[in-house]
């Protein structure tokens, strides 16, 4: 699958983002590291150019308060807005 430009979905920040998102918000409240989450949503772990992606990934989501790090360690949880979004979204 690609997606505009002919990027191969797996290296596109926005599809990566989506993943790490929706993985978050359903392991809430278990709270994964980056490189966990990286790897839960990369289909080849050895694939370093998708492991970034997802990475990349993270800190938009971060940026944007979607996600944050609880005590500024690397478990990641996801934050009120992002979860009332969901909430809404699929209720």
């Not at 430009?5 to 790490?20: F, M, S, T």
Request: aromatic residues 4%; contains cysteine; negative net charge.
């Amino acid at each position: 699958m690609t997606v505009d430009g002919g990027r191969p979905a797996k290296y596109d920040p926005e599809v990566a983002a989506h993943a790490i998102l929706l993985e978050v918000i359903e392991q809430h409240p278990t709270r994964l590291t980056v490189d966990e989450l990286a790897l839960r949503i990369t289909a080849y772990p050895d694939d370093r150019r998708a492991v970034e992606t997802a990475r990349q990934a993270v800190r938009e989501l971060r940026r944007e308060c979607l996600v944050r790090y609880r005590n500024d360690d690397q478990l990641v949880e996801p934050t009120q807005a992002a979860l009332r979004a969901y909430e809404l979204l699929t209720a």
